[in-house]
């Protein structure tokens, strides 16, 4: 997991000269002004993309973003001139955040959620334009080059893309609405990019905008569902549970930052202000509700303590081998000891119950198939969260498919949604990374049949040539 880079006061003010007040016309200026650019680089979570995991250089590139059609590698953005951005203007920076083209002309992928960014205010650009420049400390690293398969690795393609799906454009409060809410709407749908990850994607891996903020998958992790709808949503959540999920990953009874999730608020979210964060959840349960006909009941409603150990007692001798192999035993032998053999978790909730849970209660399995994969882990202020992950790597106990699949389904008939099957395969297809979509699917066809087109193209050219002739 990544630290955060802070600047200490003494850092400010070497990096900015004298602690540099407001200028006469209200805009910021030196050290001010690069402050602010931090808390929005935070607030959009720069850092988490742009960092190696495990002790990876601050804003130096390198990590690789999953994505369907392959690895992008997100790039070195410290001011070095050589691998960085120290030789962009502010106004080649603010067309890379806010359109998603670079000081060479070059199109971005969308895993750079610029489609959010280009909402940033001309003062949130200056200001974080000020930071990276002055703020961050320059790394020659070099960049790891993102080798998409065809037609995929066609960048020019992206401005198409761009026309038919950004929305170019600054945010625009509403008049209608208080200072509060339309705080909120510009952190959720600008800086903060959750409709990136909480917004299902179209064919072309464009956000559906008719299904805002109602869940998608991202790669293994399921971002569920935080429209304002009481069963499939966040409806039922008071704004302080929002508040308190937000700033420490986690609410007893509901649920628990994993993936993503828990990289968000690790690096982000726990530093947004109490006000940001109560801004969020105005704005949330606000939003338009999107039911899923798959939902019954909220996820966090269901389940009860259920002792595993009474039912396997028995069973089998004393001296007998090779016993582990149904959902209940192995749920004893590898989950009972952290979440407790009656599934009511740990005391302190560090290992959260498996009732009343939403990723056992969700319809769709995924969050509770991939924490069993690839674990938990999060850092909020002092305290460590650690979940052993179960995958191949796993330095606890390896589990295959089939074993994992029987924990998922103890887990969903006894504490979650019992109307939630999980088989193997669904496994195996988290395990590679996740659903493939149709678009990815499709690519091995994409170069033979430009080329028939090409041809066919060619061929009528002839045709009416000969008429002619």
């Not at 992206?158 to 454009?169: E, P, R, S």
């Not at 039922?236 to 990953?249: F, I, R």
Request: one cysteine or more.
């Amino acid at each position: 997991m990544k630290k955060q880079a802070k600047l200490t006061l003494l850092s400010l003010l070497l990096l900015g000269g004298s602690a540099v007040q407001a200028a006469d016309n209200g805009e910021l200026s030196g050290a001010a002004l690069i402050k602010k650019g931090e808390q929005i680089a935070i607030s959009s979570d720069c850092q988490a993309c742009h960092t190696k995991p495990e002790g990876g250089t601050p804003f130096a590139g390198g990590y690789g973003i999953s994505s369907p059609m392959g690895v992008i590698y997100a790039t070195n953005i410290t001011p070095s001139n050589a691998e960085g951005i120290g030789s962009y203007s502010e106004e080649q920076f603010a067309r890379a955040v806010r359109d998603g083209i670079r000081a060479d002309g070059t199109h971005l992928y969308p895993a750079m959620p610029y489609t959010s960014y280009t909402r940033l205010s001309d003062e949130d650009i200056k200001a974080l334009y000020a930071y990276f420049m002055h703020g961050v400390k320059p790394v020659d690293q070099k960049n790891t080059l993102t080798d998409l398969p065809f037609p995929f690795n066609l960048r020019f393609s992206m401005a198409a893309w761009n026309l038919l799906f950004l929305k170019d454009g600054r945010f625009a409060p509403d008049a209608a609405k208080s200072a509060q809410w339309n705080r909120g709407a510009y952190l959720v749908n600008g800086p903060g990019h959750c409709d990136t990850c909480h917004t299902p994607r179209n064919l072309l891996m464009a956000e559906d905008s008719s299904q805002a903020l109602a869940g998608g998958m991202v790669g293994s992790w399921y971002a569920p569902n935080i429209t304002s709808d009481p069963i499939s949503g966040i409806g039922g959540w008071s704004n302080q549970q929002l508040v308190q999920y937000l700033k420490t990953g986690r609410v007893v009874g509901k649920n628990q930052a994993a993936g993503g999730m828990a990289e968000a608020i690790e690096n982000s979210l726990q530093y947004f202000s109490d006000d940001d964060l109560a801004a969020i959840a105005v704005y949330l349960k606000s939003t338009t509700p999107i039911r899923d006909t798959k939902d019954s009941q909220p996820a966090d409603s269901y389940g009860k303590p259920l002792n595993v150990e009474p039912q396997l007692r028995g069973l089998q001798p004393a001296n007998a081998n090779n016993t582990v192999t149904d959902g209940a035993a192995l749920f004893s032998g590898n989950c009972a000891s952290c979440h407790q053999p009656d599934g009511s978790g740990s005391k302190n909730q560090a290992y959260p119950s498996l009732f009343n849970n939403t990723a056992t209660g969700s319809s769709n399995p995924a969050n509770l198939i991939s924490a069993i994969l690839f674990g938990v882990e999060r850092k909020v202020g002092d305290q460590h969260v650690l979940m052993p992950n179960f995958g191949p790597l796993s330095y606890v106990n390896p589990l295959n498919d089939q074993q994992i699949a029987a924990i998922s389904n103890y887990v969903l008939q006894q504490y979650g949604n019992p109307a939630v099957k999980v088989s193997a395969a669904d496994v195996t297809v988290l395990r590679l990374g996740g659903p493939v979509p149709l678009l990815a699917m499709l690519q091995p066809y994409m170069a033979p049949a430009i080329g028939i087109a090409v041809v066919a193209l060619i061929f009528m050219a002839w045709l009416l040539g000969r008429k002619r002739r």
